[in-house]
Structures are given as structure tokens and as C-alpha cells.
């Protein structure tokens, strides 16, 4: 018989149409026709019983016909030729080669909140791979150099972008196709404080406080941060002569600045005493 194989279509990770057209029965009627396949580096031109050779049979008699084969490997090369047998003989129509799609791989990793530090610089966790397959020899093998924040001021889901990317190693690499990751964390404010102490006083009969000068701590170098406005008195919990009694102010302290929307301001605490007024 005349047999011509036709080229592969719908191909999938792990399925192919395979297909050929059995033009002339050569005066004997064909009894089978189908299509026979192997992975290309096993045996590159498939014969029935031939080696890694999968035989999928498709009817009889001339004509058109296309095998649904499943159950392939992602990622890899095939051969396969058409195939029509009749009292005569069984003829082969030329090879044809194709290759699954590969399986998707993703890589399972996040990127570290972190606290502002007036850079861009971010951090992830250890990777790992997401969507091998049971037996196969797929790792992680170049992991980017760095990581940075779009943006270095507060703020959330803010994107993270890596210098290079991710790739896989291993015997069963190319079956994959890997994804980058797409990453975003957060910034968030970092905590600064009040510098101040509360004055001691001599006894006065009243609960009138006073502070000394006031600084902020833990301002990043550069950043432009200031005190913006003062608790408008300050009292001690009571009149009477004591040491380290509270002072509470009225108000907060605040912070104002191009940068003052990074720092969280921790309100100071404030104890003092009262001494003795001599008579």
C-alpha cells in the first residue's frame, strides 16, 4: 500500500493529532493503518515492534485519519510516520518530528517585608519549584543577584524586581518551561523617639511640669525629619514632694519633613521629682 504521513497538530504537553492518508491499497485491501512513534533520541525512525516504539492503530482502507495520542512527555522530541499493512506488506509513509509543549514550573518564593531603611533593597526567601513531576531531576540552579523595591518609602504590596532570574537544572530540565515570580512586599514605618526629660522642681503647691530640650532619635542619615509640634504643657501627677513622679503631657509631640511619612513617632515617658522647698 501508499501511505503519506501529514503533520502533527494540537500539540500539548502531554498529547499530539497524529496523522496520515492511506492513498493506495496496492490491489489488497489494507487491514490496519495507524500511526507508530518514539521519543526521537530513543529511536528516531519508528518501525512496528521497532525500539521504544508505540504502535496506535486508525481503521482500514484508504483514506484520511488521525490518531488522538495521549499520555506524552513534556517537553521532548517525538518521531512517528504513518503506517498501512495488507497481505503485502506493511508500508510506511515518511517521518515526521515534533516536541511537546513544555510543563509549566513556577518558582514558589516571596519577597521580606521589611522596615524602612531609606533604601530600595529587598530580600526573599529560599525558592523552591512548583509543578515537577514525581521522579523527575528538575532544581533550581542560577537564583537572581539582588532584589529591589520600585520604591524605598512606606507603603504596601509594593513591587519587587530581581537583577537575572531563576533557571533549572537537571536531567529532566528541558521538559519545563519556568515562570519568574512575580513578587511585592511591604515598607513599613520605621520607629523613632522623643529625646527629653522632664525638669525636677522645687515644691510649688502645683503640678506645673516643665521639659529640657527636645531631639529626635533614630532619623536615617539624610532623611528630612523634624519635631513639628509640642505637647502644649506637661503635669505631674501630683504636687506634693516625691521622686519620679509621672508627667503626662497635653498633646503629642508630631513630626513633620519630606520624609516624615516613613517614621512612626513613639511618644516619650516622663518622670521627675519634687524637692522640698526650704523655709
Known sequence: PTVSTTAASSIAETSATLGGWATDDGGASITERGIVYAITSTNADPLIDGTGVTKDMNGT????????????????????????????????????????????????????NKVYDGTSTATVVSASLSGVEVGDDVSIDDVPSAFTFANASVGTGIVVTATGNYTITG??????????????????AKAVTV?????????????????????????????????GAFPSAFNFASASVGTGIVVTATGNYSITGTDAGNYTLIQPTLAADITAKAL
Open 171 to 188: 536531567t529532566d530540565a528541558g521538559k519545563y518551561k519556568l515562570t519568574q515570580p512575580t513578587l511585592a512586599a511591604d515598607i513599613t
Open 195 to 227: 529625646t527629653v526629660a522632664a525638669n525636677n522642681k522645687e515644691y510649688d503647691g502645683t503640678t506645673t511640669a516643665t521639659v529640657g530640650s527636645t531631639s529626635i532619635n533614630g532619623v536615617n542619615q539624610g532623611d528630612d525629619v523634624s519635631i
Open 61 to 112: 482502507g484508504t483514506g484520511i485519519f488521525s490518531n488522538a495520542i495521549s499520555g506524552l512527555t513534556a517537553g521532548t522530541g517525538y518521531s512517528y510516520k504513518a503506517y498501512a499493512t495488507n497481505s503485502e506488506g506493511t508500508s510506511y509513509g515518511s517521518v515526521q518530528a515534533f516536541t511537546t509543549i513544555a510543563a509549566p514550573l513556577t518558582v514558589t518564593v516571596w519577597a521580606n
